[in-house]
């Protein structure tokens, strides 16, 4: 079959994002109804491969993979739940800019789980699945330093906001208290307020 323009995107846009669900890509490329997207799916098959969670979720193959130039081919880990957190919070934020996992340096080494730019800012997105309370504080005092070092206010005129996404209303209010006491500015979300 010969790929249209529409297929191309979303094969492209499964090498930017690794992994997406039917709706995920419902959404984004506009394909209307679930049926629809299915059989686009189905068409690129020969390119992509899926996995069923509560809805099939898909990913590029090596072949797709090779068609759009994807630096790396996506592997089905224990992290597809938070990597489709992070997708939703791509879809919601419609940002014009988005880095995955950018890695920053200095001062100190921090990867968030994306930086964009959305709104006229540049942000700094934090999935929070299933992880321990622990890296969440570790993560705070990193960004802490970071806005401290001044690398950002140089740069940008501001330090980016930090965004959460979480899964439960208490890491939520934890993670406010926890910003508020570090001098940090966060947009703090529940997932189901994203989808």
Not at 17 to 35: A, D, F, N, W
Not at 66 to 72: E, I, N, P, R, S
Not at 95 to 100: E, I, L, R
Not at 186 to 195: D, G, K, Q, R, S
Request: proline share 2%.
């Amino acid at each position: 079959m010969r790929l249209d323009e529409r297929r191309m995107k979303i094969l492209t846009t499964l090498s930017n994002l690794e992994i997406m669900t039917r709706s995920q890509i419902q959404t984004l490329h506009q394909t209307k109804s679930t049926r629809n997207t299915n059989f686009i799916m189905q068409s690129l098959k020969d390119y992509t491969n899926s996995i069923r969670l509560q809805e099939n979720a898909y990913y590029l193959n090596k072949k797709g993979a090779t068609l759009v130039g994807a630096k790396k081919q996506f592997r089905v880990n224990n992290q597809v739940q938070h990597k489709l957190m992070r997708n939703d919070a791509y879809i919601y934020f419609k940002p014009t800019g988005w880095k995955s996992e950018r890695e920053f340096l200095k001062p100190v080494a921090i990867t968030p789980d994306a930086y964009f730019y959305s709104g006229s800012t540049y942000k700094f997105l934090e999935v929070d699945n299933v992880q321990k309370w622990y890296t969440n504080v570790k993560k705070m005092e990193k960004y802490k330093a970071f806005k401290e070092s001044g690398v950002f206010q140089k740069q940008l005129g501001y330090f980016p906001t930090i965004v959460w996404v979480v899964r439960f209303e208490v890491r939520k209010e934890k993670l406010k208290s926890l910003a508020k006491e570090m001098n940090l500015f966060c947009e703090i979300y529940l997932h189901e307020e994203i989808v």
